[in-house]
């Protein structure tokens, strides 16, 4: 079985923001993604809702027709409570603080241990799957089979960061701690600066792989692919 890609929309929703109106629609972006292929659809509301917000996420849910993605940081009440409104297919939940730029550290699964699994246990009550972001290290996939968790996400920066320079040394940490989550039978994600030439070796090497979501990358390639046919249809309008 191939991993999943779900689709993170919240470029979408970023471009959209910047003209105040609702073009690009990040409902026709959900509902395209999902007929052109995507599995799923992912979405990460921001305290400051400066992407994607939370009257989205209630949208979108009205037209999954695939599997629904929440990331988010679950200190916030109001993160939790959307969630357990909307009801996704899964929540993956990351400890981002509110201002920043994108996710960049996973969870401490040692130090935040009973935290983890008290606030992992509101959302698997509500019969929500649950995944939390980690860095590649085997004792925190080790310490985050101990808090309920469903899966895990590997935060795939440092990967992606060191693919172009030796992909094998750049995987190694990601195996291993791949490995972990099989023997703990945790299931596994991964995401972050994943793109078209990252993906394939990534996938390979990772045979327990159930899904990766990715928005930067594949938002950017859509532009660049999509301009051709683009400019062409603008210059048939002006013939
Ligand atoms: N996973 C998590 C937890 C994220 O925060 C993000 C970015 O919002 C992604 C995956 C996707 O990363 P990218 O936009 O680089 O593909």
């Known amino acids: 079985m191939p991993a999943k890609l779900s689709v993170n929309i919240n470029k979408i929703a970023t471009l959209r923001n910047s003209r105040g109106g609702d073009n690009p629609s990040v409902l026709q972006a959900a509902i395209n993604c999902q007929k052109f292929g995507a599995d799923g659809i992912t979405v990460h509301p921001r305290p400051d809702e400066r992407h994607i917000r939370y009257s989205d996420v209630r949208e979108i849910k009205s037209i999954i027709t695939t599997e629904f993605n929440i990331e988010g940081n679950p200190v916030e009440d109001k993160f939790v409570q959307l969630v357990l409104e909307v009801k996704p297919t899964q929540v993956t939940l990351v400890p981002d603080a509110p201002g920043q730029l994108t ?31 980690v860095d590649p290290i085997e004792a925190m996939v080790a310490a985050a089979a101990d808090t309920g968790t469903d899966r895990v996400e590997l935060y795939t920066e440092s990967y992606a960061k060191h693919y172009h320079t030796n ?24 995401g972050h600066d994943l793109d078209m030439h990252n993906l394939k070796f990534f996938a ?13 990358a594949l938002i950017s390639d859509a532009i660049y692919l999509g301009l051709e046919n683009v400019i062409q249809l603008y210059k048939r309008q002006l013939q």
């Open 103 to 133: 996710s960049n550290h996973g969870w401490d699964t040692i130090a935040k241990a009973d935290y983890l699994r008290e606030i992992i246990s509101v959302f698997k009550k509500a019969g929500i799957r649950v995944s939390i972001f």
């Open 167 to 190: 992909k094998h040394t750049a995987i190694a940490d990601y195996v291993k701690a791949a490995k972990v989550a099989e023997i703990k039978q945790l299931g596994l994600n991964a």
């Open 204 to 216: 390979q090497s990772i045979p327990n792989l159930a899904e990766v979501s990715i928005g930067h």
